[in-house]
């Protein structure tokens, strides 16, 4: 919640910003009312670790954990089940994105930026993330397959559209890094999440404050991995490269 606050004091980000509140029952209520699917994750967590994806369908409701479906016939006990599920960590409620898809799994988008050497902004790589055919959260970790991004986008979009999606995506990790950068100017990288919908507008899932690099080690282009350990290095950060769970996307 913090990082989602410190993302809506800057109002050029404010369209890129999906609904965001603490998880409680009123929160679930209202969003799920609304919007018909959100996203129930840890505030504090990483790798797609404890992400539920949970829908109304009709007078029923459902969610998704990991592999595991579970459906629940009122409100009253798909909150119950939620709130078992969550424990007495804190939770988030996000309203759902319908993103993009390829062969029928949902996929989005990790751009990574980094302070360069001479302390400026550089975004050092964007790759797409395809979700496992089980699983509802994109992380390579949770056997997510990595692309490049126009291998996905150009074939639906042409050249130009990729082209000019790509550059806004680009803008608003800057348009992150500056806000965060003036707010904690230690800060030297980010891995923005983002996810784009049918009518290609970006959304900005969550801010990684200390990303993994793993899913750039799946690119044909070994530059960009090069790059990124580079500025990392840099700026003090020693990166573990052992990707053994996200898979490389099959050759042309």
Request: net charge positive; aromatic share 8%.
């Given at each position: 919640m913090i990082k989602t606050r410190l993302l809506l004091r800057n109002r050029a980000l404010h369209p890129y910003v999906p609904a965001t509140h603490p998880f409680d029952r009123v929160n679930l209520y209202a969003l799920l009312t609304m919007h018909g699917m959100v996203y129930v994750k840890p505030d504090v967590g990483s790798l797609g670790i404890g992400v539920m994806r949970?829908?109304?369908?009709?007078?029923?409701?459902?969610?998704?954990?990991?592999?595991?479906?579970?459906?629940?016939?009122?409100?009253?006990?798909?909150?119950?089940?939620?709130?078992?599920q969550c424990g007495t960590?804190?939770?988030?409620?996000?309203?759902?994105?319908?993103?993009?898809?390829h062969e029928g799994n949902p996929f989005d988008f990790r751009v990574m930026i980094?302070?360069?050497?001479?302390?400026?902004?550089?975004?050092?790589?964007?790759?797409?993330?395809?979700?496992?055919?089980?699983?509802?959260?994109?992380?390579?970790?949770?056997?997510?397959?990595?692309?490049?991004?126009?291998?996905?986008?150009?074939?639906?979009l042409g050249q130009e559209a990729t082209d000019a999606l790509q550059r806004k995506m680009e803008r608003i990790a800057y348009l992150t890094a500056d806000q965060f950068g003036r707010e904690y100017?230690?800060?030297?990288?980010?891995g923005l999440d983002i996810a784009v919908d049918g009518k290609l507008r970006p959304w900005i899932l969550e801010v990684n404050t200390r990303p993994d690099p793993c899913p750039f080690t799946k690119l044909a282009d070994p530059r960009i991995i090069r790059r990124i350990v580079q500025y990392g290095r840099a700026n003090g950060r020693i990166y573990d490269l052992t990707c053994s769970k996200a898979k490389r996307a099959p050759r042309p």
């Open positions: 949970v829908e109304k369908q009709g007078g029923t409701y459902r969610y998704q954990r990991g592999v595991q479906i579970y459906s629940l016939p009122t409100f009253d006990k798909l909150y119950a089940s939620l709130l078992q960590k804190r939770y988030l409620i996000q309203k759902g994105i319908h993103v993009l898809k980094q302070r360069n050497p001479a302390g400026k902004w550089v975004c050092t790589g964007t790759v797409a993330r395809v979700a496992h055919p089980d699983k509802a959260v994109t992380n390579g970790s949770q056997g997510g397959t990595i692309y490049d991004p126009s291998d996905l986008l150009k074939p639906k100017p230690a800060m030297r990288e980010l």
